[in-house]
């Protein structure tokens, strides 16, 4: 396992940033300036250049969607302005639109708040497109899976990558099968046969599976040699993994009272099995037999910042 803490990696090649100091704006100035009315020319013109949320985009929750409707950029650089007046900002380059930007927040818990106001992205949709793209730079060209998926990061994936293969499980419905648009796919008994894919992406995913083990065995098998599993978990430093919940011949037992989390396909949103802890990469290796490291950046001009913002990337070996 390789731990990258702290990690300050330079720029990408059509980031427009040459160093911190390159275009670090006085903030007191555009404070002053944000207090000064809606009819004055403030400087935070990256807020008011703002057309609304990606065309197409989708939300994993109504919680994750933009303050507003589509295109309404005069009502969300009002909003904006007070976070601007209050400080709650930076500036920053957004690696998912690959542009100049600013970041806001309006609630301390920054990974369910801290937003791109050009593509209204996340951290950890942030934070799983930068590290594909330092650990897997040519990942356009790649074969990519994706498990779930949602947001902004997903609808980039979908965009940029010609042979990207998304998928949902729906228990009702037959694995392998198309059922409204897209794959029905159960992580503990994909359906695609040995070495098909390049990549596997999951997010947020590995902490509702019941069976995990059965789960992280099926990605390694998938995954063609020099592969790689990318994947974000809420991940507990500093204890071991808990098990909320387990299947027994009964049926669903829970172990403590049940919480769930949002959805990008049901309403009552899904279930959180495990909380994982510790010992989750020496898990990831008894049931895959692949490596990982741990991807954890915090660096605010990339917008990575908040909690559970590791990134985990598994890797299978080269013939």
Same mark, same amino acid.
Not at 35 to 56: C, E, I, M, Q, S
Not at 121 to 138: D, E, F, T
């Given at each position: ?18 160093? +911190? ?9 555009? /404070?002053? /300036?944000?207090?000064?009315?809606? @009819? !004055?020319?403030? +400087? ?15 939300? +994993?929750?109504?919680?994750?969607? &933009? ?22 900002? @930076? ?29 209204? $992205? ?8 930068? *590290? ?13 899976? #994706? ?7 997903? #609808? ?5 990558? *010609?042979?990207?293969? &998304? ?13 409204? %648009? ?18 596997? !992406? ?14 992280? $065995? ?9 592969? %790689? ?15 909320? *919940? ?21 309403? #009552? ?5 495990? #909380? ?29 910042? %908040? ?11 080269? /013939?």
């Amino acid at each position: 396992m390789t731990w990258i803490r702290g990690a300050r990696p330079r720029p990408l090649a059509s980031a427009p940033i040459t160093g +911190a100091r390159a275009w670090r704006p006085s903030h007191r100035r555009l /404070r002053r /300036r944000a207090r000064a009315g809606p @009819n !004055v020319r403030t +400087a935070v013109r990256v807020v008011l250049l703002y057309p609304g949320p990606a065309r197409g985009a989708t939300y +994993a929750t109504s919680r994750d969607a &933009p303050t507003g409707p589509p295109g309404s950029g005069s009502l969300l650089a009002h909003s904006h302005r007070g976070l601007v007046a209050r400080g709650r900002f @930076n500036l920053g380059y957004c690696v998912i639109c690959e542009r100049r930007t600013m970041f806001v927040w309006r609630e301390r818990y920054l990974r369910a708040h801290y937003r791109c106001v050009r593509c209204w $992205s996340l951290p950890r949709w942030r934070a799983v497109i930068h *590290a594909l793209n330092l650990r897997y730079p040519g990942w356009r060209d790649l074969s990519i899976f #994706e498990s779930s998926p949602g947001g902004a990061g997903s #609808e980039k994936l979908k965009g940029e990558c *010609a042979r990207y293969v &998304p998928s949902h499980f729906w228990p009702t419905v037959d694995r392998g099968t198309v059922f409204q %648009g897209i794959r029905c796919e159960d992580l503990t008994q994909l359906t695609f046969p040995d070495e098909s894919f390049d990549l596997v !992406v999951t997010q947020d995913v590995f902490e509702h599976v019941l069976e995990p083990g059965r789960a992280f $065995s099926e990605v390694a098998r998938i995954l063609r040699p020099s592969g %790689g599993h990318v994947f974000t978990v809420p991940f507990f430093r500093g204890r071991k993994t808990f098990v909320r *919940a387990e299947m027994t011949p009964a049926g669903l037992h829970h172990l403590v009272p049940p919480i769930y989390h949002g959805s990008p396909i049901s309403q #009552e949103g899904t279930l959180v099995v495990t #909380e994982w802890g510790d010992d989750l990469v020496d898990f990831v290796r008894d049931h895959s037999h692949l490596e990982t490291d741990v991807l954890a950046i915090h660096d605010r001009r990339l917008g990575l910042d %908040g909690q559970f913002l590791d990134v985990f990337v598994s890797r299978r070996p080269a /013939r």
